[in-house]
């Protein structure tokens, strides 16, 4: 006889506490949103909606929907609330700050909301602006961010003694996996002080490496855009004989940029990320082969690939701390060349890094949708006092997830899943180089 399936652990379960979303205190304030919108604290998502038969219902862990509250915590007309914008640049950054401007101020009426100039440095040296929405009207329109950005520490007891001088109320913290551990700091400082500040992240990855969210914006962007870079060595390569075009496309830890990019362009070959092993001998073999049949070659390479080829440890951190990577294009392209030489073999390469210009451009109408509505919930989580979280998309809904838990792990490219499988599938060369 076949046991009676297991009871389905809910989210009130132990594991459901480290989800859970905490607040500064009762809401009491009745929120000037119309009552349309609201949506129920108790509104949740499924962390995990599969279902299979070896780990039945493993994680029916759920996690709070994003969306305006009926009650607030704050009284909107006496809060004042900041932006910070830290770490690299990212499409979209200025459209959250203006959704957060705008729906502060329109949905809101929060009379006074401060941008910190230059990242947590700001915020050490009250260096602000006031953001009003006449200031951010146009501000969608252009990449980068207009409140600039900054790596490098901050002393955290003095980013919160200027937070309670300015008499912020809501700090909206955007920015990578450096920034919301910041903001995890400063929320921790503002709970030991049992201060009345509410800090909400919006995460910032083009990489979209954030573990348990689906989707950060900017990374549709950089996929369009990277397209544009893996056509022109195409184009390239396929002139010349036995050409070959390289293209180094961001992802430090995670090649979900240079996979989605190979998928969406159809005429990558070979793809090169950091969850793949490979040794140079076996590019230049896989080259090689393709040579036979073909008289070009398009390589894709995330700039995590290889370190561990490249001698990286050498190369030290940035200010932020974070280790300094070596240039895998370049190194790719001057290995492949000697090695293609000393076998005699007539070549050329051609090598693209567009990092810069992908990083720096407005976002694609989809990531501005995106960010318009994660700042939108950004603002409606704050002004209910909700405080150490992030909003996020998991199966398509907003959501808010605990600051903690979303830089605890990163998000990794699965080379057994469908995305990868898809990718060796179409690219003729079924290669695997791991
Ligand atoms: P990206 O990596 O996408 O460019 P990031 O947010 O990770 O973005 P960082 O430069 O690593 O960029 O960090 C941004 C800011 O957060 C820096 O000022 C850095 O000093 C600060 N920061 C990083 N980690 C911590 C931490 N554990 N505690 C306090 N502050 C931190
Ligand atoms: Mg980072």
């Known amino acids: 006889m076949t046991p009676p399936p297991a009871p389905l652990p809910t989210a009130a379960s132990a594991d459901a506490g480290a989800w859970r979303i905490e607040n500064l205190g009762p809401c009491t304030v009745p929120s000037p949103v119309p009552a349309t919108m609201f949506v129920p604290d108790d509104d949740a998502v499924l962390l ?21 509250r009926k009650n607030l915590f704050f009284k909107p007309a006496e809060a004042v609330a900041a932006v910070v914008t830290c770490g690299g640049l990212c499409p979209a950054l200025n459209d959250v700050v203006r959704a957060i401007v705008n729906t502060l101020t329109f949905r809101y009426g929060v009379p006074r909301i401060l941008g910190f100039r230059y990242g947590f440095e700001g915020i050490f040296s009250k260096n602000t602006v006031e953001l009003t929405p006449s200031y951010v009207r146009d501000i969608h329109r252009f990449g980068g961010t207009i409140l600039g950005t900054s790596r490098g520490p901050q002393p955290i007891g003095a980013l919160v003694d200027n937070l309670v001088e300015l008499g912020v109320s809501v700090l909206f913290t955007i920015g990578g996996d450096g920034t919301q551990r910041g903001a995890v700091a400063i929320a ?31 990374f549709e962007t950089a996929v369009q855009l990277a397209q544009d870079a893996i056509q022109a060595v195409h184009e390239e390569a396929r002139s010349a004989r036995n050409g070959i075009g390289i293209v180094k496309l961001m992802g430090r830890e995670s090649g979900f940029i240079a996979l989605h990019a190979a ?21 230049v073999n896989a080259v090689v082969e393709r040579f036979k049949t073909r008289a070009h070659c398009v390589i894709v390479v995330s700039e995590g690939a290889g370190q561990e080829l490249c001698q990286a440890a050498s190369l030290g951190t940035d200010a932020s701390g974070n280790k300094k990577f070596a240039d895998i294009g370049v190194h790719l392209k001057d290995i492949l060349g000697a090695r ?5 073999i007539e070549h050329t390469i051609k090598y693209i890094d567009p990092s810069y210009t992908i990083r720096s451009a407005p976002p694609v109408a989809s990531d501005a949708i995106f960010a318009l509505q994660l700042g939108q919930m950004a603002a409606h989580a704050a002004m209910a006092g909700k405080t150490a979280m992030i909003v996020g998309m998991i199966h398509g809904y907003i959501v808010h997830a605990p600051m903690a838990r979303a830089v605890e792990s990163r998000k990794k490219v699965d080379t057994r899943g469908q995305d990868f499988q898809s990718f060796l599938d179409a690219s003729g060369m079924a290669l695997s180089l791991e």
Do not use: C, M
């Open 48 to 68: 995990d909606p599969s279902v299979s038969p070896s780990s039945p219902n493993s994680s029916h862990v759920a996690v709070e929907k994003a969306g305006p």
């Open 188 to 218: 921790n400082e503002i709970r030991s002080r049992n201060l009345p500040i509410s800090v909400v992240g919006v995460p910032k990855t083009i990489d979209n490496d954030i573990a348990y969210v689906e989707r950060t914006f900017g």
């Open 263 to 283: 998928l969406a362009s159809g005429d990558v070959n070979l793809l090169l990320l950091p969850e793949t092993k490979f040794t140079f001998d076996a590019v």
């Open 340 to 344: 293609l030489s000393a076998l005699k």
